[in-house]
């Protein structure tokens, strides 16, 4: 499957932004899909996740209520709905689907979007 993720920009503090993860090649349905972010300097790290069917999701606890992640799969499309953002919010922030359940550990990931940059200000 090839992921192409898009809708990062540069926002204020407290702003809302929403990425999106289009899929295509295979059925997005057969694939848990992730989103991770990368600071510049600091190891990739869990964002948030969501199963296959949309019957489950999970959070790093740095988002969690802050962050949203969804899917659409007749659209072969995910979604991070981010709002209340901060400045540490801001790095690079990658989609990625696996076979398997998901994980915190992004080097078991199989497909990997190209990243969008996601730029908070103070």
């Known amino acids: 499957v090839q992921l192409q993720a898009s809708g990062g920009g540069l926002v204020q503090t407290g702003g809302s932004l929403r990425l999106s993860c289009a899929a295509s090649?295979?059925?997005?349905?057969?694939?848990?899909m992730s989103w991770f972010r990368q600071a510049p300097g600091k190891e990739r790290e869990f964002v948030a996740a969501i199963r296959r069917g949309a019957v489950g999701t999970g959070y790093a606890d740095y988002v969690k209520g802050r962050f949203t992640i969804s899917r659409d799969n007749t659209q072969n499309t995910g979604y991070l709905q981010m709002n209340s953002l901060k400045p540490e919010d801001t790095a690079v922030y990658f989609c990625?689907?696996?076979?398997?359940?998901?994980?915190?550990?992004?080097?078991?990931?199989?497909?990997w979007g190209q990243g969008t940059l996601v730029t908070v200000s103070s």
């Open positions: 990625a689907a696996r076979e398997g359940v998901y994980s915190f550990n992004y080097l078991i990931y199989d497909y």
């Open positions: 090649g295979r059925t997005f349905n057969n694939y848990d």
